[in-house]
């Protein structure tokens, strides 16, 4: 079983819609969970951080976490064409090597307007 | 804003030759990473450095080597490159054990 699992999608969806985008691991020792955000040919970049379980909340964007299921959710309100880009989730054990980061594939988004 | 520079965007070389690819972040990071993207398969760790003068292999470590002589500077080295070293090629650095990566623009590197 991989240790991050993500649907590549790809996900088309019309402007304005609510998009969610979702991880599963396996591995519960993984406390710190990121989404990255990566526009074509460009490197990703930070867009949510969240420690263990719960909810974050930024702008137009959220981040759910639920350690006990070993899943996790980027949701996107009133979506827009610029939000069109791969995310990827991404996830960091407490201890030992802890500033490795291990990846999902990425989940390809597309906004229509 | 934390800044990570690759030295190329896009980057031609000829099966065999020694291949440096260049990296500089500007915000004093302790940690810093190579990673390689390909399609369907992801990103995957080749090398990371904690330290100067300190490196740690990753997940694909082979056919490749790294140098960080400076904090600042971490450059991948592949020794002799071959056709299934193509691929888009993602430099990051952190500042510490638990932060989130900020990532370079990428080099998009072709082997022929």
């Known amino acids: 079983q991989k240790e991050v699992e993500q649907d590549p999608g790809p996900l088309s969806v019309p402007e304005g819609a609510i998009v969610s985008l979702n991880c599963t691991y396996s591995n519960s020792a993984f406390q710190y969970f990121m989404w990255y955000r990566q526009y074509s040919r460009k490197g990703p970049e930070l867009l949510m951080y969240t420690y263990s379980s719960g909810n974050k909340e930024d702008g137009r964007f959220t981040a759910q976490v639920d350690k006990s299921s070993k899943y996790i959710s980027l949701f996107i309100r009133d979506s827009q064409p610029s939000d069109s880009a791969t995310y990827l989730c991404?996830?960091?054990?407490?201890?030992?090597?802890?500033?490795?980061?291990?990846f999902g594939k990425g989940t390809l988004l597309t906004v229509n307007p | 804003d934390v800044k990570v520079t690759q030295s190329s965007r896009y980057l031609v070389k000829r099966t065999g030759e020694k291949v440096f690819l260049e990296c500089v972040q500007d915000m004093d990071h302790e940690n810093m990473f190579w990673y390689r993207q390909d399609p369907g398969l992801g990103l995957r760790l080749i090398y990371f450095?904690?330290?100067?003068?300190?490196?740690e292999k990753g997940d694909i470590p082979e056919g490749y080597s790294v140098s960080r002589e400076k904090k600042e500077r971490f450059s991948l080295i592949l020794e002799s490159a071959s056709t299934n070293q193509t691929s888009m090629y993602l430099c990051?650095?952190?500042?510490?054990?638990?932060?989130?990566?900020?990532f370079g623009s990428g080099t998009r590197l072709t082997v022929v």
């Open positions: 991404a996830m960091m054990r407490s201890g030992g090597s802890n500033y490795k980061l291990t």
């Open positions: 450095s904690y330290d100067v003068k300190m490196k």
């Open positions: 990051a650095s952190s500042p510490g054990r638990t932060n989130g990566y900020t």
